[in-house]
Nanobody, 122 residues
Framework: QVQFVESGGGLVQPGGSLRLSCAAS????????MSWYRQAPGQERELVAA????????KYAESVKGRFTISRDNAKNTMYLQMNSLKPEYSAAYYC???????????????WGQGTQVTVSS
């Protein structure tokens, strides 16, 4: 059974930092590209960042470039998202998933986990 457990969210002031973790199980983590997504209330889920199988290639949404860093540890079946200089508009539930395809065809493969809530507010 594929499972994603996201953690590390919380309440942070604008300009602050958080590090999210995604613990994956039930599939061969080291053979899949992975991505972070987020969904704010009333909005569609959107791609935030993506990372290749070995971690050498990363992609980011324009809104988070220079602020977020995606990484992975295949030995631990875990992916991370370091978020710096946070803005209130980044508030959302953050999710991870294995993905297929690339660019505009990139799409999540498995069912979603519970996500982790990030709230940026003073």
């Amino acid at each position: 059974q594929v499972q994603f457990v996201e953690s590390g969210g919380g309440l942070v002031q604008p300009g602050g930092s958080l590090r999210l973790s995604c613990a994956a199980s039930g599939f061969s983590f080291s053979t899949y590209a992975m991505s972070w997504y987020r969904q704010a209330p009333g909005q569609e889920r959107e791609l935030v960042a993506a990372i290749s199988i070995a971690g050498g290639i990363t992609k980011y949404a324009e809104s988070v470039k220079g602020r977020f860093t995606i990484s992975r540890d295949n030995a631990k079946n875990t992916m991370y998202l370091q978020m710096n200089s946070l803005k209130p508009e980044y508030s959302a539930a953050y999710y991870c998933n294995a993905v297929a395809g690339a660019g505009s065809t990139r799409s999540p493969i498995y069912s979603w986990g519970q996500g982790t809530q990030v709230t940026v507010s003073s």
